[in-house]
């Protein structure tokens, strides 16, 4: 079964606006980490942000932010004031504090930042 | 800032042959992973490794596949004997423990193409 899952393959926005990106997850952990990635056009794979389960508060990073939903199990990323160089492919990723803490990853969500 | 090294970045081989991907992960970290990418798809989790071992790895990790850290040089990916599904970017990771709110580094990836 997946453990996380973002259901947009992809999304354009115009540039200098906010765009948010989905991602939903499934553990039975009490305790575990949220993770956002990007990875662009050339392939380099970028962490960007990072939400620890048991923070009620959201994260933020500069322009990326994140709505941690966890009745839903649902993180979202938060982009403001995009930049063309924002245009990546968007990866959520989990990992679990128990057992051998293995990263699963949803399966991206490309972003086109246009001018 | 600290970078996972991926060498080399492109690799073509016939079937059958092996191959060893290496990955110069970042000097104090301790954990490491490899992870497959199809071209246009998420990011699947190969193996992880950490203290000499393997600690977990997937289904994909089929028997022809191996790695090792021999005397803390580089951490390899080796197939042997390869076949053609094995095709794909690998992306070697690296964070400092085993702490689950590591972030893990990532790579720029291995391209293999197996003829």
């Avoid at chain 1, 050339?42 to 966890?70: C, M, P, W």
């Avoid at chain 2, 092996?18 to 990418?37: A, E, G, I, R």
């Amino acid at each position: 079964a997946q453990k996380v899952t973002q259901t947009q393959t992809s999304i354009s926005v115009m540039e200098k606006t906010t765009v948010t990106m989905d991602c939903v997850y499934e553990t039975q952990d009490s305790s575990y980490f949220l993770f956002w990635y990007k990875q662009t056009a050339s392939g380099e794979i970028v962490f960007l942000i990072r939400q620890d389960s048991y923070k009620k508060e959201n994260a933020t990073v500069g322009h990326y932010s994140l709505n941690f939903q966890k009745p839903k199990s649902s993180i979202g990323l938060i982009i403001t004031a995009t930049q063309i160089e924002d245009s990546a492919v968007y990866f959520c990723a989990m990992r679990e504090s128990t057992g051998y803490q293995n990263f699963y990853f949803g399966k991206g969500t490309s972003l086109t930042v246009i001018p | 800032g600290p970078k996972v090294l991926q060498i080399p970045s492109h690799q073509i081989i016939d079937m059958g042959q092996m191959v060893t991907l290496n990955c110069d992960p970042v000097s104090n970290h301790l954990y490491f992973y490899w992870y497959k990418q199809i071209l246009g798809q998420q990011m699947e989790f190969l193996v992880n490794f950490y203290n000499g071992k393997v600690m977990e790895k997937s289904k994909l990790f089929k028997d022809q596949f191996s790695v090792e850290r021999p005397d803390g040089s580089y951490f390899t990916l080796k197939i042997q004997p390869t076949a053609l599904e094995d095709s794909a970017v690998y992306f070697c990771a690296s964070s400092l423990d085993r702490g689950a709110n590591q972030a893990p580094l990532f790579g720029e990836g291995t391209r293999l193409s197996v003829l």
